[in-house]
């Protein structure tokens, strides 16, 4: 499962982001070419219509405007939760075993695709190759929240954390766990966000952020249990909190891709 790192946010995040907000025309290609890329030394992409071989991140992002792509999905699925996936199976188990994938929405008539990644380190950087597969109908999230859904969702999910993670003892270890936790919050502080994408997506990107940085640091710190059961509980314990965090992730950065009137949340909606 892709999780905020060096770049607090997955590769299919920083391309959907910045993918969107070219095709929404509030970004030129190079910047939205640029901020895709990241600290990465390459992207390249393979079986973009209309393009034989590979070609750079900016060529495929203009080759799937004029194909008939308007906007674009993140999706982050891990093993046992394929939530996000139109199929078919072949690409579905492609984009579990990759942790992360954009899908397209078009224009009717157009076909649905996918970019799925594959990370190759090298000594100037890692290599990225995007792989462009035909997908089924992309109109809508397959089961992930809007953004309304997942303000409320990381709202809910973010007091849970707290009880969570005050109930796991991470008494060892804890200067290196503070040490985690403040890298966490200088990488998701300075994440650069298009401006296209609207304050509520913006402050949920960078909720979900840090509370996927930090259940990666609860998960890998170790705790008091002794036994497999209690370990079994603590993993327990964090991964429905971290299946609402990916979900919320995808939702907001994939806002742009929403219906252009959803409904605002009410009252009611907010009422636990």
Same mark, same amino acid.
Request: some cysteine.
């Given at each position: 499962?892709?999780?905020?790192?060096?770049?607090?946010?997955?590769?299919?995040?920083?391309?959907?982001?910045?993918?969107?907000?070219?095709?929404?025309?509030?970004?030129?290609?190079?910047?939205?070419?640029?901020?895709?890329?990241?600290?990465?030394?390459?992207?390249?992409?393979?079986?973009?219509?209309?393009?034989?071989?590979?070609?750079?991140?900016?060529?495929?992002?203009?080759?799937?405007?004029?194909?008939?792509?308007?906007?674009?999905?993140?999706?982050?699925?891990?093993?046992?939760?394929?939530?996000?996936?139109?199929?078919?199976?072949?690409?579905?188990?492609?984009?579990?075993?990759?942790?992360?994938?954009?899908?397209?929405?078009?224009?009717?008539?157009?076909?649905?695709?996918?970019?799925?990644?594959?990370?190759?380190?090298?000594?100037?950087?890692?290599?990225?190759?995007?792989?462009?597969?035909?997908?089924?109908?992309?109109?809508?999230?397959?089961?992930?929240?809007?953004?309304?859904?997942?303000?409320?969702?990381?709202?809910?999910?973010?007091?849970?954390?707290?009880?969570?993670?005050?109930?796991?003892?991470?008494?060892?270890?804890?200067?290196?766990?503070?040490?985690?936790?403040?890298?966490?919050? %200088? *990488?998701?502080? =300075?994440?650069? !966000?298009?401006?296209?994408? $609207?304050?509520? /997506?913006?402050? #949920?990107?960078?909720? +979900?952020?840090?509370?996927?940085?930090?259940?990666?640091?609860?998960?890998?710190?170790?705790?008091?249990?002794?036994?497999?059961?209690?370990?079994?509980?603590?993993?327990?314990?964090?991964?429905?909190? %971290? *299946?609402?965090? =990916?979900?919320? !992730?995808?939702?907001?950065? $994939?806002?742009? /891709?929403?219906? #252009?009137?959803?409904? +605002?949340?009410?009252?009611?909606?907010?009422?636990?």
């Amino acid at each position: 499962m892709p999780t905020p790192s060096r770049a607090a946010l997955p590769r299919a995040a920083l391309l959907t982001l910045w993918g969107n907000a070219h095709l929404r025309g509030s970004a030129s290609l190079d910047d939205a070419a640029a901020h895709a890329v990241g600290a990465d030394a390459l992207h390249r992409v393979v079986g973009v219509p209309g393009e034989d071989g590979d070609v750079p991140i900016g060529i495929a992002l203009a080759r799937l405007r004029l194909s008939g792509v308007e906007a674009l999905r993140v999706v982050l699925p891990e093993p046992g939760d394929p939530t996000g996936l139109p199929g078919p199976a072949a690409f579905n188990v492609d984009a579990v075993a990759a942790g992360e994938a954009v899908i397209t929405v078009s224009r009717p008539g157009a076909p649905a695709l996918a970019l799925v990644p594959a990370v190759a380190p090298s000594e100037g950087g890692d290599v990225v190759r995007w792989d462009v597969v035909e997908v089924g109908p992309s109109a809508h999230p397959h089961g992930l929240p809007t953004l309304s859904e997942a303000e409320r969702q990381l709202a809910e999910s973010l007091i849970e954390a707290t009880e969570a993670l005050a109930a796991l003892d991470l008494a060892r270890g804890r200067e290196e766990v503070a040490g985690r936790l403040q890298s966490l919050e %200088r *990488r998701v502080s =300075r994440l650069d !966000l298009p401006g296209s994408l $609207s304050p509520r /997506a913006q402050r #949920a990107v960078v909720q +979900a952020a840090r509370l996927l940085g930090i259940l990666e640091v609860a998960a890998s710190t170790p705790g008091a249990e002794v036994t497999a059961g209690e370990a079994q509980a603590r993993e327990a314990t964090l991964r429905p909190l %971290r *299946r609402a965090a =990916r979900h919320a !992730l995808c939702a907001a950065c $994939s806002a742009e /891709a929403e219906p #252009a009137h959803e409904p +605002a949340p009410g009252p009611k909606a907010w009422r636990r």
